[in-house]
């Protein structure tokens, strides 16, 4: 596990300002415009690259032939943006601070499914590996707890400039974290130059191999629900009598999402693909739960449960990448599965404005249903058919090799 510890600051750095930046942007639009909603178009032009940036920054990775300046040098740009915007946000001209907005947003597939990547050439395959994802997927709930807590608590303190401050500050660390790294497994072909594969091949993958097919098209049903909770929570707060009290559930999702990383995340012996149904199942029952629930008290209990059955999808979804992703399109198969999945959210995010009027315990029933189509979705594309399973094992060794070739390794 060579280098391990560094690549879980690395990326817990690099996501906590990734999951800032939504508060910090709108926070500073406001004080310095006294305009939301242009901190929102702001926040979406950083967003809405994510899908398309994906299976380019996927197959350059791939390709690069010094893999340890690419990533240097897109979580530096990924930073730089973060300072750009920081500065220019309501002081430049629309048009330059949307750019630099998307050209941000254009290095964060990077930050998520792209770091994710680099995990199967720093341990090796089996039980220790599949523990290493659990603690990569901490670093998403992780930094979803602690960073809109900072940039909010800075705000309040000093301005909302200064936060985001502290998010590039974090964005700069992961790179020079990120410098550090190895990239290449000494005595074996390098890790991420793979010839070969181009800009289709990942998605290619992700609809030929039946457990990626499964759990992609799954999580980004899912993600579209998920994507919808935090507004669905501030009207669900409000309906139950304390506006502002939004906040307090989406926190007791997150605080429960990071204790189902680290706990039932960590469970190796059970087959990844039946963690994810049963995470999605039993988020789908809890939120159902929170629907009906009389109290905000009782509510955020549910939330937080919720949270704990979201937290081990994380790392099932990445066991599931890792294990059945050919190695030329590794790295594509963990950017485009992350921008999937950030797309879907952002759809429900638009979806919910548009549905807003609505009963907000109307809204998170809705949220409850796609958790549990999501799990029976899974359950329909992942199941074997009669003539797939009896030539599996062939298809299986032919086109899913797992994990970087160590010496004596298979």
Partial sequence: MHGFGRYLAAAL???????????????LALERTGSAAYGAYVLTAWLAPHVLAAPLAGAAAARARRPRLF???????????????????GRAPVPVVIAVAVLGGGCGPMVTGGL?????????????????????????????????????LVAALASAAPAMAVLAASGALAATLAASLPYEDPGA????????????????ALWRVRELRAITSATTLAFVGIGSLTTTSVLLAAGLGSPGAGGVLMTAFAVGALTGSLTLGRITAVEPGRLARWGMAGTGVALAAAALSPSLAVTAVLFAAAGVCDGPLLTAT??????????????QVFTLGAGLKLTAASAGAALVGLTADAPAQALLGG??????AAALLHALAAARRPVEAATEP???????????RTPGGP
């Avoid at 949220?367 to 549990?372: G, K, T």
């Avoid at 032919?398 to 994990?403: I, K």
């Fill in 13 to 27: 750095a690099a996501r906590f300002a990734s999951e800032g930046m939504g508060m910090a942007v709108v926070l």
């Fill in 71 to 89: 990533y240097v040098a897109t979580l530096a740009g990924f930073t730089t943006a973060v300072a750009a915007l920081a500065v220019l946000l």
């Fill in 116 to 152: 994710s990547s680099l995990v199967a050439g720093l341990v090796p395959p089996g039980a220790r590996r599949d523990r290493a994802y659990g603690w990569d997927a901490s670093t998403y709930n992780a930094a979803a707890v602690t960073a809109p807590a900072v940039v909010s």
């Fill in 189 to 204: 072909a390098p890790l991420y130059r793979q010839p070969g594969a181009g800009l289709g091949a990942g998605l290619a």
């Fill in 318 to 331: 990445l066991r599931i990448r890792s294990e059945y992703a050919p190695d030329a399109v590794r790295t």
């Fill in 367 to 372: 949220i409850a249903a796609l958790q549990l």
């Fill in 394 to 404: 062939s298809a299986a060794s032919a086109t899913t090799p797992v994990g970087p």
